[in-house]
């Protein structure tokens, strides 16, 4: 896409600052890269900094320089432009690390809450994880997955913590059994993990009460400590 600027001379405002007047029309007069962010341009109308938008959005909107806007058009940009950066914060945080459709919702929902000035609605909050699910940035099953291979691989851990821990973030029964079927972790296996590591610091007594507290079977443990 060519970036074309008409007037570089006048410094451009806040976009918090910028208005139309009603029933009045208004021209684009500059598309120009944003300085923090490659993936979003700066659009300017009658030769003010209106909004930013990323480029996808201006293909959609088949947005250029010298098109004409009413101001119904230019109040359904802006509110695409909030959202794309709504959008893009979420997606960083969701790229940080795997996260649940409920975790991610629960982010929103917080940035609902604790930034008013986004202007964020239920609605913009559905979109979001919508277009996340849609491009695959979160999927439910390949997070529980993902989930069961790694946590505390080293430590060790019970299978019955793991799904009290997946149902807190929101995975169905479904999910949780799929995943499950399709993992190789076996409680035997875990309950010799963590005995190896605290063996020297407890007596068999110490570590059954341990064990047991951590969702393994009593019978599992103390077959496990007998050959141990």
Do not use: C
């Amino acid at each position: 896409m060519e970036i074309i600027s008409l007037n570089t001379a006048e410094k451009s405002r806040q976009a918090h600052n910028f208005s139309v007047e009603p029933d009045s029309s208004h021209s684009i007069t500059a598309i120009k890269p944003a300085t923090r962010d490659e993936n979003r341009v700066n659009i300017f109308i009658d030769e003010e900094f209106a909004f930013s938008l990323d480029l996808a959005q201006v293909v959609d909107f088949k947005l250029k320089v010298g098109k004409t806007l009413d101001e119904p058009e230019i109040k359904k940009l802006k509110k695409a432009s909030n959202f794309g950066k709504l959008y893009q914060r979420t997606l960083e945080w969701v790229l940080s690390r795997p996260r649940s459709v409920r975790e991610t919702r629960d982010y929103l929902k917080k940035k609902q809450f604790e930034k008013p000035e986004y202007g964020i609605t239920d609605e913009d909050i559905a979109a979001v994880i919508d277009r996340l699910i849609k491009k695959t940035y979160l999927d439910d099953q390949k997070f529980a997955e993902y989930y069961l291979e790694n946590r505390f691989q080293k430590k060790g851990i019970s299978k019955k913590r793991l799904k009290l821990e997946l149902q807190r973030k929101g995975l169905s029964p479904e999910v949780i059994e799929q995943a499950f079927q399709s993992s190789s972790r076996d409680d035997a296996e875990e309950i010799k993990k963590i005995i190896a590591r605290k063996r020297a610091r407890y007596d068999d007594e110490q570590l059954m009460s341990y064990l047991t507290r951590q969702g393994f079977s009593y019978d599992l443990v103390k077959s496990i400590l007998d050959q141990n």
